[in-house]
């Protein structure tokens, strides 16, 4: 009896032992879409800001067993005007010699330029036949610079990332995803209230760099949250979509809050 009671043991482990080595891969890809980005930094302006940006999308991901590897390198930029008054018009009235005036007039275009660099592992705390839940961490780094009639916006922040996913595969061509970031402690970057320079010989990129501090959650909430799909093409190619909403606050001096939507196209080979 003992001797069949090991037997179903040992199968039990080697059956679960078996199941986890297999989960091994290595994967990159490419996401290419859309986002649209509405934007309110009280330090420059009243007036609340809309983007429309195209993003692009080079990752990896990786499994060991239960441990999962990510990294990604983001872009996105697009337009910037306010939607109650569009883009800026700028006049410029000139006198000649001769006493003759001319004004002239252009548009002051407003665009964006984001980069997000991130790098993560989580582990799998739950895994079960058709779901998995895991766990952990990563690091941050993502500057918005949007260009328009203000300085507005302008920010870089570093965080240290809490993170959380969901994979749910109902069979072997099928994988949903949800995952959940926040950040726990960031080092960000703006421009000083007035968005002038006090100090002598110091210009705006050093005001930008100086007023660089530490903040909490008290002073800086970020939410990541992104929903996936992918279907399996081959034993290598999969396609899919990814939609991800942020919404981000910054209390320093003078509150900027942020909230985008996107939503791209996925492909990515397995090796």
């Known amino acids: 009896m003992k001797f069949y009671s090991l037997m179903l043991l040992l199968l039990a482990w080697t059956a679960l032992h078996a199941q986890d080595t297999s989960q091994h891969f290595n994967r990159l890809g490419m996401q290419l879409g859309g986002q649209q980005t509405h934007l309110l930094d009280a330090q420059f302006s009243p007036l609340i800001y809309r983007a429309n940006e195209i993003t692009a999308d080079l990752y990896y991901e990786g499994k060991h067993n239960r441990s999962n590897w990510k990294g990604s390198f983001s872009f996105a930029t697009g337009t910037l005007i306010p939607p109650a008054y569009g883009d800026r018009k700028l006049y410029n009235t000139t006198e000649d ?22 790098l993560g592992y989580e582990y799998d705390v739950v895994r079960k036949a058709s779901y998995t839940i895991s766990a952990g961490g990563g690091i941050r780094e993502q500057l918005m610079y949007p260009s328009t009639f203000v300085n507005l916006g302008i920010i870089n922040t570093a965080s240290l990332l809490a993170a959380a996913t969901i994979h749910f ?7 949903w995803t949800a995952g959940l970031q926040l950040p726990v402690v960031s080092l ?45 093409l081959s ?22 809050k942020l909230f985008s939507n996107l939503l ?8």
Do not use: C
Not at 213 to 228: D, E
Not at 264 to 271: C, S
């Open 235 to 256: 034993d290598k190619w999969r396609i899919g979509a990814t939609y991800e909403f942020e919404w981000l606050k910054d209390n320093e001096t003078l509150p900027l």
């Open 188 to 232: 960000n970057s703006r421009f000083p209230y007035s968005g002038t320079v006090s100090q002598p010989e110091m210009k705006l990129l050093g005001a930008f760099f100086d007023g660089t501090q530490f903040v909490s959650l008290g002073h800086y909430q970020q939410v990541n949250l992104q929903l996936g799909y992918h279907r399996q």
């Open 264 to 271: 791209v196209a996925t492909v990515d080979y397995t090796f």
């Open 97 to 118: 010699i001769y006493g003759n005036i001319i004004t002239d007039s252009f548009f002051v275009e407003g665009n964006t330029l984001t980069a997000v660099l991130e």
């Open 169 to 175: 595969h109902p069979d072997a061509k099928n994988d």
